[in-house]
């Protein structure tokens, strides 16, 4: 069991047992913990059935991702195998900038909308505009897209509140995007903490 748990370790069992009671054999999810956690099975049974109908074949290895909740429910409950290796994974991170009242980064236990990310950055400032952009990374490539969205639209719910992705900015300014990716950049650089909170959601 290795990443956001209270006692990471390699546990050893005597008889057979579910996800969810390694899970609480590790202590749980740790304060660092998102809501994700992945099982790498590697194979080392010659061949076998598992859960969702798929099969190992020796030697090959297969991912679960799962949602942390859902374990602890008992709504998924994987068999453990031997040589299964457990990962529950960080709190993804989103960046709200601009004119709201608490820049910085939002951890993200659970999936958040882009309204949910404004209130939890303390809110717009009085001088703030309700256009709204979500610079969001490509797939496979290092540059940003740009989506525009009126929060009027989204009070008014004829546009749907947008789910935020890992690593989107929120920019609730008239800055160009390559001037938002430049601040933020600075401040890392700068090592300066003061300027940037972390909020847990």
């Known amino acids: 069991m290795i ?12 008889r057979r047992i579910r996800l969810v009671e390694l899970l609480a054999t590790a202590g749980g999810p ?27 074949i020796g030697g090959e290895m297969a991912l679960f991702n799962f949602n942390i909740r859902d374990i602890q429910e ?16 960080d709190s993804d991170i989103i960046y709200v900038y601009g004119n ?26 009085p001088t703030a505009k309700k256009q709204v952009r979500i610079l969001r990374l490509k797939k ?9 969205f009126n929060l009027k639209d989204i009070e008014k719910r004829t546009v749907q509140d947008p789910i935020l992705e890992p690593n989107d900015i929120v920019a609730v300014s008239e800055d160009s995007t390559k001037a938002v990716l430049q601040t933020i950049t600075t401040i890392f650089k700068q090592g300066l903490p003061s300027v ?4 847990g959601l």
């Open 3 to 14: 990443g956001a748990v209270v006692k990471p370790a390699m546990y050893y069992g005597a």
């Open 196 to 199: 940037f909170y972390r909020i």
């Open 140 to 148: 496979g490539s290092n540059d940003r897209e740009e989506l525009t």
């Open 100 to 125: 709201v009242g608490r820049i910085g980064p939002v951890k993200m236990k659970e999936p958040i909308t882009l309204t949910q990310a404004i209130v939890t950055a303390e809110g717009l400032k």
């Open 74 to 89: 008992a709504k998924q409950n994987l068999w453990m195998q031997p040589g299964d290796i457990v990962s529950v994974l």
């Open 30 to 56: 740790s304060e660092a913990a998102g809501s994700r956690l992945i099982v790498a099975r590697t194979g080392s049974t010659s061949a076998c059935k598992v859960e969702n109908d798929e099969t190992i």
